[in-house]
């Protein structure tokens, strides 16, 4: 994230001719993400890319199975082993198994990846079956995603979602039956109208379905949603400041107990269970993202596709790349980038693989930004290592945001 006024060299790309780009020094494997723009119904807090519909149309498929066998055969890609796949929305499930089955086993063919890569495919409760996971499980998805967001029935209707809380335990229990050991749940805090003890009970019903990772998020009111036009009239009671910050506590403290550590902000794992695809962000490694509105950053160079699904369909079918703009990042923005998006996780960032990667470390290009911080107990310099404190996590948005 670069500094205001920073210069970056932006294109419109409207060729499908890309910067010859070679593998950079110190680079991760990357990471390849299908988005999946449709879900049955638009929760009141989204600010995704999704589209409402019952019936998702096969036409996005084909279009996307196309850029897969494009992608998979450029050079960029070709030179690299990727390490995960993630297939995420809107709502994939929204798609039959065996068509979602279909594109992982087109992307395995297509690209190089590694002898044993993470396959997440996101999903809603409720729609979910046992033959459908199971489909999914035998083409190779090996990591299922669920939104589960609360357990209580109450606070989904008040979210917009379509899904029951028997639906949510059912569609757990079935990706158990179908052989997935490894299930992430999405749960959310700080909801309208909930409490710290409500919080308390859907982290507790979580936990009785022993899953491998959590992730923990509070609701941000987003611009441009339902709920962002209800909290300008007024609308909409959200918890107050010191009992969001006491839902955020209980979570840390709870699933510590329950045998999840925190490993970035918001996110909880067993041991060995985190999101590798996740950590390649965090790290700001190289991913390739496809569909609608799907970003791409590829050793630093940055594009995004097309938003609208039918745009997306319309150029891929025109032999058209249905890219919106790309950017060109200088190492100093790379540099930032990788420092912010870093101390999202608890181990930091590394001077030694910042300076393998850019030639910079935090002290010598922060400088006295960094003493403060130190001296204010946000940041802790540990040998090789920058990482934000207990009080610098609480904190977190402010502490970034003089480091971008």
Same mark, same amino acid.
């Not at 060299?9 to 593998?23: G, K, Y």
């Not at 909930?194 to 899953?211: F, V």
């Not at 290592?385 to 970034?400: C, F, I, M, P, S």
């Given at each position: &994230?670069?500094?205001?006024?920073?210069?970056?060299?932006?294109?419109?790309?409207?060729?499908?001719?890309?910067?010859?780009?070679t593998?950079?020094?110190?680079?991760?494997?990357?990471?390849l $993400?299908?988005?999946?723009?449709?879900?049955?119904?638009?929760?009141?807090?989204? !600010?995704?890319?999704?589209?409402?519909?019952?019936?998702?149309p096969?036409? $996005?498929?084909?279009?996307?199975?196309? +850029?897969i066998?494009?992608?998979? !055969?450029?050079?960029?890609?070709r030179? =690299?082993?990727f390490?995960?796949?993630?297939?995420?929305?809107?709502?994939?499930?929204?798609?039959?198994?065996?068509?979602?089955?279909? *594109?992982? @086993?087109?992307?395995?063919?297509?690209?190089?990846?590694s002898?044993?890569?993470?396959?997440?495919v996101e999903?809603?409760?409720?729609?979910?079956?046992l %033959?459908?996971?199971?489909?999914?499980?035998? #083409?190779g998805?090996? =990591?299922?995603?669920? /939104?589960?967001? @609360?357990?209580?029935?109450?606070l989904?209707?008040? *979210?917009? =979602?379509?899904? @029951?809380?028997? %639906?949510?335990?059912?569609?757990?229990?079935a990706?158990?039956k179908?052989?997935?050991?490894?299930?992430?749940?999405?749960?959310?805090y700080?909801?309208?109208?909930?409490?710290?003890?409500?919080?308390?009970?859907?982290?507790?019903?979580?936990?009785?379905?022993?899953?491998?990772?959590? !992730?923990?998020?509070?609701?941000?009111i987003?611009e441009?949603?339902?709920?962002?036009?209800q909290?300008?009239?007024?609308?909409?009671? *959200?918890?107050g400041?010191? %009992?969001?910050?006491? &839902?955020?506590?209980?979570?840390h403290?709870?699933?510590?107990?329950?045998?999840l550590?925190?490993?970035?902000?918001?996110?909880?794992?067993r @041991?060995?269970?985190?999101?590798?695809?996740?950590?390649? $962000?965090?790290?700001?490694g190289?991913?390739?993202?496809? #569909?609608?509105?799907?970003?791409?950053?590829l050793?630093?160079?940055?594009?995004?596709?097309?938003?609208?699904?039918?745009?997306?369909?319309? &150029?891929?079918?025109?032999?058209?790349?249905?890219?919106?703009?790309?950017?060109?990042?200088?190492?100093?923005?790379?540099?930032?980038?990788?420092v912010?998006?870093?101390?999202?996780?608890?181990?930091?960032?590394?001077?030694?693989?910042?300076?393998?990667?850019?030639?910079?470390?935090?002290?010598?290009? $922060? /400088?006295?930004?960094?003493?403060?911080?130190?001296?204010?107990?946000?940041v802790?310099i540990?040998?090789?290592?920058?990482?934000?404190?207990?009080?610098?996590l609480l904190?977190?948005? +402010?502490?970034?945001?003089?480091?971008?």
């Amino acid at each position: &994230m670069p500094e205001p006024g920073d210069s970056r060299r932006r294109v419109t790309v409207a060729h499908p001719a890309l910067p010859v780009i070679t593998p950079a020094s110190g680079e991760e494997p990357p990471g390849l $993400y299908l988005h999946i723009p449709f879900c049955k119904r638009r929760c009141a807090y989204c !600010a995704f890319n999704s589209h409402a519909c019952l019936v998702p149309p096969a036409a $996005y498929l084909t279009a996307l199975a196309s +850029q897969i066998r494009y992608w998979g !055969a450029q050079d960029w890609c070709r030179e =690299r082993t990727f390490t995960s796949l993630f297939i995420g929305g809107g709502t994939p499930t929204i798609y039959p198994g065996n068509e979602l089955a279909g *594109l992982v @086993s087109l992307c395995l063919n297509s690209f190089h990846f590694s002898d044993d890569p993470e396959i997440t495919v996101e999903a809603n409760p409720n729609t979910v079956s046992l %033959e459908a996971l199971s489909i999914l499980r035998r #083409g190779g998805v090996n =990591r299922l995603s669920l /939104g589960v967001q @609360s357990f209580s029935d109450r606070l989904l209707g008040a *979210l917009g =979602r379509t899904h @029951s809380r028997t %639906e949510a335990c059912t569609a757990i229990d079935a990706a158990r039956k179908a052989g997935f050991a490894n299930i992430n749940l999405d749960l959310m805090y700080g909801l309208p109208g909930q409490s710290a003890p409500e919080w308390r009970e859907s982290l507790d019903q979580a936990i009785a379905h022993e899953p491998e990772h959590l !992730a923990c998020y509070e609701l941000t009111i987003e611009e441009g949603t339902p709920f962002a036009r209800q909290v300008d009239k007024g609308e909409l009671a *959200l918890p107050g400041e010191e %009992e969001a910050l006491a &839902m955020a506590e209980l979570t840390h403290a709870f699933l510590a107990q329950s045998g999840l550590q925190r490993y970035e902000i918001s996110n909880y794992a067993r @041991s060995g269970q985190e999101c590798r695809h996740n950590l390649n $962000y965090w790290r700001n490694g190289s991913y390739l993202g496809l #569909g609608a509105g799907a970003v791409s950053c590829l050793s630093g160079f940055r594009f995004g596709t097309v938003q609208h699904p039918d745009a997306f369909v319309g &150029m891929v079918a025109g032999g058209k790349l249905p890219l919106a703009e790309g950017e060109c990042l200088p190492l100093e923005a790379r540099f930032r980038e990788s420092v912010v998006m870093g101390l999202r996780m608890l181990e930091g960032v590394s001077f030694t693989r910042l300076q393998r990667r850019f030639g910079l470390t935090p002290p010598g290009y $922060y /400088g006295k930004i960094l003493e403060d911080l130190q001296v204010q107990g946000l940041v802790v310099i540990s040998q090789d290592t920058l990482r934000l404190t207990e009080t610098g996590l609480l904190l977190a948005n +402010q502490v970034l945001a003089k480091l971008v």
